[in-house]
Each structure stands twice: as structure tokens, then as C-alpha cells.
């Protein structure tokens, strides 16, 4: 492709000294001697070099350099300024410009090497910020990758360890709950100091409880019992699982389920605990009212939305709640094993791991964000499966 030159030029003699200067290399020279017309072609083309006389008509060659700059282009220019004028030529070099080079008996000659001289440094510039941003991007890929490793190493280890702990821990504490109600039955009516101890005791026997089930439920996702499933129905079921837990609370819920959306092939069950966890903590982030909205729907990926390829139409569940959101600094964190912000009230942080080796396993894809601001406080997460 031809390198295409605008040069900028009120007068036509020295218009023709510089085509004529520049005759023998294959360049595509634009010739415009009006600055508001240049400056309309530079915003409509795309050009690789401006060559500019300094003085124009009611402006200057500097004030085009930096409309150039302020619209985001990067264009070279070379600004050809009338003998004499160093100062101008060390401000306009300051102010971006490539390069300067003076209107006298020896242009004719220089201009050529110059135009060679700025083209050359500018592809080299050019090749190193695509190297530069090629590395960036390659960086990226590899800290995803190692943290993804790290994550299903953890999660490993962790599944192993917690299934042997979670048996061996389960009849214990079944023993104890049993021992606790029999007392309380015992002491009923009694020292209020003793059945207040006996409650305390009790929740503390519960929250064990609830880590160990979490454990085992974690730990037994193993293999998946795949077939194809209406996706709004999961969500219906799902919700219907813990009807009671919204109506304790002044929680609305809205739901848009796109008629027809394509069925998905998935481990039922497993989907299911997925969408409770989800709806789980959108509801823990709530409190006591807020707005849980789910929609589902099918939807072209965009690059990035790994294993999709950009394009790709995938079906799409989204929890969305009114909660307090995640801290930017936990962003990273949630899907920790053992990551949890609600240690004190009963949380384990096996939740979202869970549901994130669940999607792994189905070839899916799950992004949890913060709204944003414009949308209000909450967390919009978006479970993405490959469609059948
Ligand atoms: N919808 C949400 N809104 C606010 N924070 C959330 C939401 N979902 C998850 N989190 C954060 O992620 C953490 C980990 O979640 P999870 O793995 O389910 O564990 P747990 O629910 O036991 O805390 C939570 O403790 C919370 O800080
Ligand atoms: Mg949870």
C-alpha cells in the first residue's frame, strides 16, 4: 500500500518544489492549501505523515498538530518552518512533532531523507507497541491460567481432605445435637442461665453442621448425570426451593424467562445448588428487603467469555439483587474455597467454589460483577451455558 502524505502548503511554488522533491519514492502526496479543509481531511482519513509549512493562513501548523492530538490521532508530523526561526522549531518539537525542517536553498534536498527518516522510526514505533501490547495480552493469559490452576489445585486438595473430615466429623456432632435436645427437654422450666447455654450451644452444633453438609455436597461433585433440561423450569424449581426464605423477608421477586429459550444439557441436581447458591447469597446481601430479579435468555459471547468463542450463542441465566455489592478488593477472592465475608453468621465460602467447579464441569461460564453505578447498588451474576 502507497504511504499516503498530506502536506499543507499556501503557496503553490513551494508546493511543486516538494512534489517534485519527493517525485522518485512511492508515496501518494495530498496536496491542500486551505487549513480548514486539511484539518477536515486529517479528522476523515487516515493519513501516515502531514507535512505542514508553519505560518498558514489564520493559523499555524502547531495548532493542527494539536487537533490532530486532542481527536486521539497519532499522525507524524514534519512542520517546515521559514529560515531563522529556532525557537519555533524547538516549541514545535516539544509539542509533538516528528520532526521540523527549514524553508532554505538546501530543502529540496533534505526534505526526502527527513520524510525516509520520520516514516522509519515510526514503524518501528508502531512494531514495538504491538509488541508491547501482544506481551501485555499474553501476560494476562498466563496469570489467568496460573490462577485458574492455583483455584483447582485448592479445590482438589480441598475436596479430598473435606469429604474424609466431613464423615468422620458428621455422626460426632449428630450425637451432640441428640444430647442437647434430651437436656433441653430435661431442664425445661428451669435455670434460664442453662437453657440459654443449651441454645447457644445448639446454633454452634448447627453452624458445624452446615459446613459439614456444604463439604459433602462439594466434595461429591465428581461426575455429572447429563441431560437436556428446560432452563426456566430450573429456575421455577430452584425458586420454589426457597419460597419460605424470601417470604420471611420483604424480598420481591421478579422474573423474566424468554419463552422458548433452547434446552441445555446439564446435571439437573447439580445446576439446581447452583442457582440456590447464587440466590442464596443475593438474598444474604439483601437483608432484610431488596429486588431479586432473574432472567434468562440466549445471547451471542463476546471474545474473552472463555471456553466460548466470540459469536457463539450461549443460554444465559442472571441473578441480579439490590444487596450491598462486593468490595473491589474481594472481587478476586470469591470464588475462593473458604472465602467468605459472613464467617460470624454462618457462611463457609464453599459456595461460590462449588458453583464454580459445577460450571466448569459443564463447559459453562460464570461472571459475578457489581452493577453498575447507574444501575444501582447489587450483584448481577451470569451463569452462561453451552446450548444444546
Ligand atoms: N450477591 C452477592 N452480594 C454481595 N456479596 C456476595 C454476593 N455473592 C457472593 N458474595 C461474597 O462472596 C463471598 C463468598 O460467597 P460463597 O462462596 O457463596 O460463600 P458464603 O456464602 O458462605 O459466604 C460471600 O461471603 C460474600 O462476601
Ligand atoms: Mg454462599
Request: charged fraction near 30%; charge should be neutral.
Amino acid at each position: 500500500m502507497a504511504i499516503k502524505i498530506l502536506l499543507i502548503e499556501d503557496n503553490p511554488d513551494d508546493v511543486v518544489i516538494t512534489r517534485r522533491a519527493l517525485n522518485k519514492e512511492a508515496y501518494e502526496l495530498e496536496w491542500e492549501g486551505d487549513p480548514r479543509e486539511a484539518w477536515e481531511k486529517i479528522s476523515a482519513n487516515s493519513y501516515d505523515l502531514v507535512i505542514s509549512d508553519y505560518n498558514l493562513p489564520g493559523t499555524t501548523a502547531l495548532e493542527i498538530l494539536r487537533k490532530t492530538k486532542e481527536q486521539g490521532k497519532d499522525i507524524p508530523f514534519i512542520i517546515v518552518t521559514s529560515q531563522g526561526s529556532e525557537k519555533i522549531a524547538v516549541e514545535l518539537m516539544r509539542q509533538g512533532a516528528y520532526d521540523y525542517v527549514s524553508k532554505d536553498d538546501v530543502y529540496a534536498e533534505v526534505i526526502p531523507g527527513i520524510v525516509k527518516r520520520v516514516l522509519e522510526r515510526r514503524s518501528t514505533l508502531l512494531a514495538k507497541q504491538k509488541a508491547e501490547e501482544e506481551l501485555k495480552q499474553a501476560y494476562e493469559k498466563l496469570k489467568t491460567a496460573q490462577e485458574e490452576l492455583v483455584r483447582s489445585a485448592k479445590m482438589k486438595v480441598v475436596g479430598g481432605l473435606a469429604s474424609g473430615v466431613a464423615h468422620e466429623v458428621k455422626n460426632p456432632l449428630a450425637i451432640i445435637l441428640q444430647g442437647i435436645d434430651y437436656l433441653e427437654k430435661k431442664i425445661s422450666g428451669g435455670d434460664e442461665n442453662v437453657s440459654l447455654t443449651l441454645r447457644y450451644m445448639k446454633d454452634a452444633v448447627m453452624r458445624a453442621d452446615n459446613i459439614v453438609k456444604g463439604l459433602l455436597d462439594f466434595s461429591s461433585i465428581t461426575e455429572l448425570k447429563m441431560s437436556g433440561q428446560d432452563l426456566n423450569q430450573l429456575v421455577k424449581d430452584a425458586l420454589l426451593l426457597l419460597k419460605h426464605e424470601f417470604d420471611k423477608r420483604t424480598i420481591a421477586v421478579v422474573t423474566q424467562l424468554e419463552e422458548g429459550v433452547m434446552p441445555v444439557v446439564m446435571d439437573r441436581n447439580k445446576m439446581k445448588q447452583v442457582l440456590v447458591n447464587l440466590m442464596l447469597n443475593a438474598l444474604y446481601a439483601m437483608g432484610e428487603d431488596g429486588i431479586l430479579k432473574i432472567r434468562t435468555y440466549t445471547q451471542k459471547c463476546v471474545s474473552g467469555q472463555v471456553p466460548f468463542s466470540a459469536g457463539e450463542k450461549a443460554a444465559v441465566i442472571e441473578i441480579e439483587d439490590t444487596g450491598k455489592g462486593i468490595p473491589e478488593e474481594s472481587l478476586s477472592k470469591i470464588f475462593d474455597p473458604f472465602f467468605t465475608t459472613r464467617r460470624a453468621i454462618g457462611g463457609t465460602g464453599i459456595g461460590l467454589s462449588m458453583v464454580q467447579s459445577v460450571i466448569n464441569m459443564h463447559n459453562g461460564n460464570i461472571e459475578i460483577t457489581n452493577k453498575s453505578p447507574s444501575q444501582g447498588q447489587g450483584v448481577r451474576a451470569r451463569v452462561m451455558l453451552k446450548l444444546a
